[in-house]
């Protein structure tokens, strides 16, 4: 995404132009606008770095004896081997190295120079800041629970620590950062609320500018149109975070735990990038990973936990229900009677379901049985449909009964009355974190706090048992039982 066109009439050589266009923001050489020799002045002045996209590893006595070279990705942290390959450079004419774990946000090759701005940071316009004594306009009331943990957020992040958020699916983190935010916002420093999956920031980018009307905010997603990456407010993937060097005062990251964030140390890596020296992180979860469970307990992370829900009812707690090898009757174009019962009751109750399945392959089959079965606003959704937004936008506006989904729609989304079923509970793609975050799905309005969580199974495993034990833990820390 280019930030300026020759096309506009910019003065290429204005020193602000080059400032605002790469301030935070990290490059390939070949994507900006301005010519080569404006740049080598910049170099020379000592306001632009220029590095090497792909740099060799320091060299082990056993890699110089074999001959083998190892590599590291500048932009992305990569450093596994099989991820790079080589190709014969159309632009330096010979044989480059490249990276394939970031390919998709443009390649960076042997030849590829990273190119980031390392002068005075520019001025940023913040006349909203000026033009209001108040930037959160959410008109919302935070439950006592939820005023002390936003609380604790909010002075922590000032004084520079990071914080852990680890409160239950429904539990309402989204609004309980609203004052750390505006805290941040009003004494001029960017933000940015990253989070692992498109989904989740589609989901978040309407309420943060219902929430931050007069403040400008950019989302950030793979095919996103967006024109001001340089807002001072961003919610984005981690994978768009990639393009950024130096550049948030403040990150908060939400559903800490969820994949691809916590499987792929690019993400991790590309969010410690963004970031300015020193500038805290603030992590969301309702089921946060071992490592920031143990510093949490251990004191070496200030955090707080909240085990109950924003409208004070206990977490449905799933029910496990055997319906045999329903691999095999799914794909042999039988439905499981267990399932057609409970989906005609829940049918007949006018509810909406969730359905989950562990594969796209299944979640095609299962849909169109359904509708063949008689169901007949039945669709399924997986992370390859190209029509997934419309078609959640159409379960939200009541258009869809059933939706048939992947583990892509496991956190993130609220659909007020909701009921859930995992169809194959039971199959290794639904740890017990994916469990207790479907589960999550359900209750979460006060005015429907309650619902069905069902697990379909061929025989119960350990993360089945855990999600549930889970899950009545919380209750318990709760008060409910």
Known sequence: MLLLSRSKGLLLNDYSDVQHALHGREFRAEELPFPEKVIKDYVKSGHVTVRPGIVPLNESIFDLLTGRKKWLCARCGNRDQETFATCTCGRCQKKCVYCRHCLTMGIVRSCTKLVTWCGPEPALNHRFIHQNTHLCAWNGTLSDEQSM???????TLQIGKSFLVWAVAGSGKTEMIYPAIEHQLMNGRRVVLATPRTDVVRELLPRMRAAFPDVPISGLYAGSQESNPNAP????TAHQLIRYSNCFDCIFIDEVDAFPYHFDPMLEFAVRKAAKPGAPIAYLSATPPADLTNDYASGKLRGVM???RYHGHPLPEPRFQWIGNW??????????????????????????VFVFVPSVTLARDLTELLQRCGFERTAGVHAEDPHRHNKVSDFREGKI??????????????????EVCVVGADDPVFDDRALVQISGRVGRSAE?????????????????IRARKQIEHMNQIGGFH
């Open 401 to 418: 009964n059933i939706l048939v989904t992947t583990t892509i729609l496991e956190r993130g989304v609220t659909v007020p009355g909701v």
């Open 233 to 236: 407010l961003v919610v984005s």
């Open 306 to 308: 909240l085990a109950r």
């Open 149 to 155: 943990a936003a609380e604790a957020l909010n002075q």
């Open 448 to 464: 429907s706090p309650t619902g069905d969580v069902l697990f379909f199974h061929n025989g119960k495993t350990l993360a089945m």
């Open 327 to 352: 691999m095999q009757m799914i794909r042999k174009g039988q439905m499981p009677s267990l399932l057609c019962e409970w989906l005609s009751e829940k049918t007949n109750q006018k509810r909406q």
